[in-house]
């Protein structure tokens, strides 16, 4: 089955730095979706976009479909940003959906 | 966010005994899914559902079993839990569109098998 490997899998920044986070896929996918898990454990939808940019106040993210890969931009990072990011492919039929592992982010004051 | 309710919350429950989560949404989606989240294994599919008493295996079902009698209720049944079935359980929801539809979160259930 298809594979996605976030990175990276740790990121401690200081409140006011910027971030890049990396979604790779190994194959062909329909869509694409990224997660925040917050430290109470909700997973609250953040983008889905299956190519192109989108930004959403300080997060944007972009996905290259044809080079396999998207990005998640965090500028001015808070603390309430802390918590574990996820993207998940949806492939074949039945919206499949395959998640990677999560990129856990801290942001201290 | 969108209307989906999980229950229990939080259940602790011995290993041999029947368990089952209930996932109830409110917004007429078609697409339901449950998954389970472990420590180094993001999220992973159990079972999905594709309308009433359309159910198909995930990549993890082994052990699980679902069934959808309403569209707007999708159970999930571990016949005999076991301790490997402690896990926090999530339910989700998309709905039917031109192409893929994004998927909705409920809030997750924690259970534990001791």
């Known amino acids: 089955g298809i594979q996605v490997e976030q990175s990276p899998p740790d990121l401690i920044l200081q409140e006011g730095a910027n971030s890049t986070l990396r979604c790779n896929f190994s194959d062909s996918v329909n869509n694409l979706q990224w997660f925040h898990q917050n430290p109470w454990g909700q997973l609250i939808n953040l983008f889905y976009i299956p190519s192109g940019t989108k930004q959403n106040g300080r997060l944007s993210a972009t996905t290259v479909a044809t080079e396999r890969y998207s990005l998640l931009y965090i500028s001015s990072s808070q603390t309430t940003d802390s918590g574990v990011y996820f993207c998940a492919v949806f492939s074949g039929g039945y919206q499949k959906v395959t998640f990677g592992t999560g990129t856990k982010l801290q942001v201290i004051p | 966010d969108a209307g989906i309710t999980q229950s229990p919350r939080h259940k602790v429950t011995e290993t041999g005994t029947p368990v089952t989560l209930r996932c109830h949404q409110t917004?007429?989606?078609?697409?339901m899914y449950w998954y389970r989240q472990d420590p180094g294994h993001g999220l992973r599919l159990i079972h999905y559902?594709?309308?009433?008493?359309?159910?198909d295996k995930g990549e993890v079902s082994d052990g699980y079993s679902v069934s959808r009698s309403k569209t707007e209720d999708f159970l999930l049944t571990l016949e005999s839990a076991t301790s490997s079935q402690t896990s926090v359980y999530f339910c989700?929801?998309?709905?039917?569109?031109?192409?893929?539809?994004?998927?909705?979160f409920g809030d997750g259930t924690r259970l534990s098998i001791l």
């Open positions: 989700a929801i998309s709905g039917q569109g031109e192409g893929n539809q994004p998927q909705h």
């Open positions: 917004e007429n989606h078609r697409y």
């Open positions: 559902s594709y309308g009433v008493k359309d159910t």
